[in-house]
């Protein structure tokens, strides 16, 4: 069961958390990772962290400005998102298990039902 939060309405070059809470695993600790998705369009991976948060791996489009983090003790993913901009308006979804290789090209095995980040221009 993942939970995530932090999702809104923010201007352009503002800054956004979004976290991720996972919760009823057996499997601990586990990659976690955000991909996001806007209308009509396909589920775009966003970052990635791997289940000792010795890893972490960027999509292109949002490298230098997000910065995903975890806090095992709570179970939880946090993706810092600085310098916004109108196209990552998105649905942000975190995934979570299913190994490396897997979650950074499609996602984990467990999904949450996504957040909302809107950047207004």
């Known amino acids: 069961h993942l939970v995530e939060s932090g999702g809104g309405l923010v201007q352009d070059g503002g800054s956004l958390t979004l976290s991720c809470e996972a919760s009823g695993y057996t499997s601990n600790p586990f990659s976690m990772a955000w991909f996001r998705q806007t209308l009509g369009k396909a589920r775009e991976f966003v970052a990635a962290i791997s289940a000792r948060g010795s890893l972490t791996y960027y999509a292109d489009s949002v490298k230098g400005r997000f910065t995903l983090s975890r806090d095992d003790a709570r179970n939880t993913a946090s993706l810092q998102m600085n310098s916004l901009k109108p196209e990552d308006t998105a649905v942000y979804f975190c995934?979570?298990?299913?190994?490396?290789?897997?979650?950074?090209?499609?996602?984990?095995?467990?999904w949450g039902q996504g957040t909302q980040v809107t950047v207004q221009s």
């Open positions: 995934s979570a298990d299913g190994g490396w290789s897997k979650i950074t090209r499609s996602g984990g095995d467990y």
